[in-house]
């Protein structure tokens, strides 16, 4: 089995910064890639990052610029750090990874979510 435990979402003001982390850990073999998503009240998930275990990243649209998406391979870790923050940003944050377990397989694996809260 595989776990995703995600952390650092708070309430901040509209401008400020959050980072946050997800630890991936379990049965893991090879991670192909880690992201994050977000799902507002009324909305539907969307994609906000994601990162490759070689680095590529992808952002959508209303965060390039302003979010950036790392990963430590080492640790099964990825970050998101967010700055410039917008009331819009309010979500639950989720992360989730694609990886090949020890039994062999690849499978998506997701968090149970980070609150981040952007007051105006």
């Known amino acids: 089995q595989v776990q995703l435990v995600e952390s650092g979402g708070g309430l901040v003001q509209a401008g400020g910064s959050l980072r946050l982390s997800c630890v991936a850990s379990?049965?893991?073999?090879?991670?192909?890639?880690m992201g994050w998503y977000r799902q507002a009240p009324g909305k539907q998930r969307e994609l906000v990052a994601t990162i490759t275990s070689g680095g590529s990243t992808n952002y959508a649209d209303s965060v390039k610029g302003r979010f950036t998406i790392s990963g430590d391979n080492a640790k099964n870790t990825v970050y998101l750090q967010m700055n410039s923050l917008k009331p819009e940003d309010t979500a639950v944050y989720y992360c989730?990874?694609?990886?090949?377990?020890?039994?062999?397989?690849?499978?998506?694996?997701w968090g149970q979510g980070t609150q981040v809260t952007v007051s105006s």
């Open positions: 379990g049965s893991i073999f090879s991670i192909n890639s």
């Open positions: 989730k990874t694609v990886c090949l377990t020890i039994v062999g397989g690849w499978r998506e694996y």
